[in-house]
């Protein structure tokens, strides 16, 4: 690990994205965006709504098909086969498909699949990507339910289990992959208050494990003790990206980031 | 009630029965099958497909059964199709079932949240197997009853076949009224058996909603 937090050695970037842009059709969602994620580092995202937090989230895994610039992981292009030509020619599903598998993603609503046990949710991947048997998956996924508290609920459908716990399941989903990083996508904005500590703490654990996380986040709390860098977007621009100390320990430098970070001071969250 | 004209008539009017099953079930799975690859085509293919299917299901929607039967029948030795009236019947089964069924398919698919598939793609599921194991499963829930009905709605269709001298149930019945001047009781016996193809049909749909809706009651 480096000693030196505040400079990025390039071997030391785990994700490197490069004057990263995105359009909706006219609206430009992200624009020239550059930021390096390093391994096991834990990187919040926060800003206003609207602001491309989770278009920026999505980039990384191609969920969105950026439009300008590169995304790596661990050197490698992500989502695109050939970025020399106009128009860009995206990869293969396949090749696709192999990269995502790297990455994991957890997101706002959850999105277990209603039909499965939750150990089958788990299971899904590991037997038709992963290959495992049967037996050997439910054994995997069994751990990863462990991991999240939740190895006697495996039987329980999603509708029977809360809000916490689905979104659990589905962190046990993304980790029984063994990806390289994972990405959350506002993990606890749709759950009930009572219920966001849990989630929370299980994204402790993993960020304490040494796990690589980006965090699109509204829980400032969460950003405050966990990240080691906070990013802040506005209007689709990356304003800073800076240790937590420094985002919420002093009066900030920008005006946008004051004004944002103001309507949690007035609540006590940071 | 004349029991005796049953017992003299009983084996063409089970015979009709047979073909009427016969020319239903055939034709409606067909009818399954293409209306699925439709949908999926219309889905997953290029788009002038799309347009295509478009077109298909709009004629066939908007065209009288029979008219489309008689046309197969008739018009199709004109182009070189010789089809006996099973055949053509069977045919032109799966031709009218198609765009029904793909259209309630196409309801189907899109009634998966994409969140769902997006979380699959993003554990690296191959799009069939999010097929298979994700969109399928649960898109029964929704189309399990309009499929159902359906086909409820072609057992009586089937009906018509008559008209190009298919020997099904509704034909051996005017052959036994015609032949016996007697008109209440063979049409009470048609209605009797077209009854038992429904209750069948709608208790095995019931008993197919049941087992796909299993893991949305809580416990």
New interface residues.
């Given amino acids: 690990m480096s000693n030196e937090p505040m400079t990025t050695k390039a071997d030391d970037a785990i994700i490197t994205v490069r004057n990263l842009s995105k359009y909706f059709d006219d609206f430009e969602a992200l624009r020239d965006i550059t930021l390096d994620v390093k391994r096991s580092e834990v990187l919040c995202l926060i800003g206003p709504s609207g602001s491309g937090k989770s278009t920026l989230l999505r980039c990384l895994?191609f969920?969105e098909q950026y439009d300008g610039g590169e995304v790596h992981l661990d050197g490698e292009l992500i989502g695109w086969k050939d970025i020399s030509h106009n128009p860009r020619k995206p990869l293969s599903?396949?090749a696709l498909?192999?990269q995502?598998?790297h990455?994991?993603?957890v997101?706002q609503?959850f999105?277990?699949?209603?039909?499965?046990s939750a150990l089958d949710n788990v299971a899904?991947?590991l037997m038709?990507?992963r290959k495992l048997t049967k037996k050997e998956a439910r054994e995997k996924a069994m751990t990863a339910l462990t991991k999240v508290h939740l190895e006697d609920k495996a039987q329980?459908?999603?509708?029977?289990l809360s809000g916490g716990q689905q979104q659990r399941v589905?962190i046990a989903?993304?980790i029984a992959?063994e990806p390289r990083v994972m990405l959350f996508d506002e993990p606890t904005s749709a759950l009930d208050p009572e219920l966001v500590g849990e989630v929370l703490s299980v994204m402790k654990d993993l960020a304490a494990e040494g796990m690589t996380m980006v965090v699109v986040t509204h829980e400032m709390g969460f950003a405050a003790h966990v990240a080691d860098r906070v990013a802040f977007l506005d209007s689709g621009r990356l304003v800073t990206c800076v240790p937590p100390q420094e985002m919420f320990g002093r009066e900030p430098d920008d005006a946008r980031v004051r004004s944002f970070l103001q309507t949690y001071r007035e609540r006590n969250v940071v | 009630m004349e029991t005796e004209l049953f017992v003299r008539y009983g084996p063409a009017l089970l015979y009709g029965f047979g073909i009427t099953i016969l020319c239903w079930l055939v034709g409606s799975i067909g009818g399954v099958i293409v209306g699925f690859l439709l949908a999926c085509l219309n889905r997953w293919g290029p788009r002038f497909i799309g347009w295509v299917i478009y077109a298909y299901v709009e004629v066939i929607r908007g065209t009288p059964f029979m008219i489309q039967l008689f046309i197969l029948y008739y018009g199709g030795p004109y182009i070189g199709l010789l089809l006996t009236p099973v055949q053509a019947g069977i045919i032109s089964f799966i031709i009218y079932g198609s765009p029904y069924f793909a259209e309630i398919f196409r309801s189907g698919f899109n009634a998966i949240p994409k969140g769902q598939i997006e979380a699959a793609r993003c554990v690296g599921l191959p799009e069939s197997r999010i097929l298979w194991r994700i969109i399928l499963p649960q898109m029964l829930v929704p189309i399990t009853a309009p499929l159902t009905n359906f086909f409820i709605i072609l057992t009586k269709e089937t009906a018509i076949l008559s008209v190009v001298t298919v020997p099904e149930l509704l034909f051996q019945t005017q052959t036994m009224a015609a032949e016996t001047f007697t008109f209440v009781e063979p049409f009470l016996v048609l209605s009797l058996f077209y009854w038992l193809m429904v209750v069948v049909t709608g208790w095995i749909g019931a008993r197919v909603e049941q087992r796909v809706t299993r893991h949305l009651k809580r416990a």
């Fill in positions: 895994n969920l599903s396949e498909r192999k995502r598998q990455i994991g993603m997101f609503h999105h277990l699949w209603p039909h499965m899904e991947a038709s990507v329980n459908y999603p509708a029977n589905a989903r993304a992959m």
